[in-house]
Each structure stands twice: as C-alpha cells, then as structure tokens.
C-alpha cells in the first residue's frame, strides 16, 4: 500500500504564487510516476501535470504549461506543485495520485484511471 497526502492549499490573490506538496509514505518503491489532477465543483476531474520519479520526466496539461511546475525529492519522497501566475480558472481541488505500473507511452499519464492511490486534496482558492 501507498499512501499520498496533500498539503500547502489556500487562498491566494490571482496573479501570485502557491506551491502544493504531495508526500508519499508506505510501499514507495513501488512507485513510478505521481501525478496532480484538480477538480473544480460541478467539472469533471482533469490533469494538471505528472512526473516520473525515475528520471524526472514532467508532463503538463496545455492549461498551465509556463506557469505550473513540478518536481520531486526522492529522498523525502515528495512531490511539489509550483504554481506560479495563478488565475481564478485554477481555482478546484487539486489531489495527488501515485502510479505503480510503468508504462512506456507517457499519454497514460493524463488518465485519472492509470492510477492507484489517492489523496483526499488539498482546496485552492484564487480571488479576482
């Protein structure tokens, strides 16, 4: 079992900055990829972005490419979400997911499907 907690959530003005932090624990080397999807009320759960713990690969939707980054330390097993130049737009729940199945075609990625566990998220909130 893997388990994933999300923390660094708020309310920040739109414009600024936030960054979100995802931290693993339990059977982590069973890990591969994690991944930040973010779910606005009454909209469907969609991706935000993703990387392999390997190599550091970063995938990104189109929606927050340039401003969003993503990045791991494997020593504290954790991953962060740089949001920089937040927009009301990107107001949701935002929930970390881990992937324990390697798959060579990255698209996977994008899919909330592809993965076996979850965070209960963590709420941003951008004011105009």
């Known amino acids: 079992q893997v388990q994933v907690v999300e923390s660094g959530g708020g309310l920040v003005q739109a414009g600024g900055s936030l960054r979100l932090s995802c931290a693993a624990s339990?059977?982590?080397?069973?890990?591969?990829?994690t991944g930040w999807f973010r779910q606005a009320p009454g909209k469907e759960r969609e991706f935000v972005g993703a990387i392999y713990w390997g190599p550091g690969t970063t995938y990104y939707a189109d929606s927050v490419k340039g401003r969003f980054s993503i990045s791991r330390d494997n020593a504290k097993k954790t991953m962060f979400l740089e949001m920089n130049n937040v927009q009301p737009e990107d107001t949701a729940t935002y929930y970390c997911?881990?992937?324990?199945?390697?798959?060579?075609?990255?698209?996977?990625?994008?899919?909330?499907?592809?993965?076996?566990?979850w965070g209960q998220g963590t709420q941003v909130t951008v004011s105009s």
């Open positions: 339990g059977r982590i080397f069973s890990i591969v990829a």
């Open positions: 997911a881990a992937d324990r199945i390697y798959n060579s075609d990255p698209s996977h990625l994008r899919q909330a499907g592809s993965y076996d566990y």
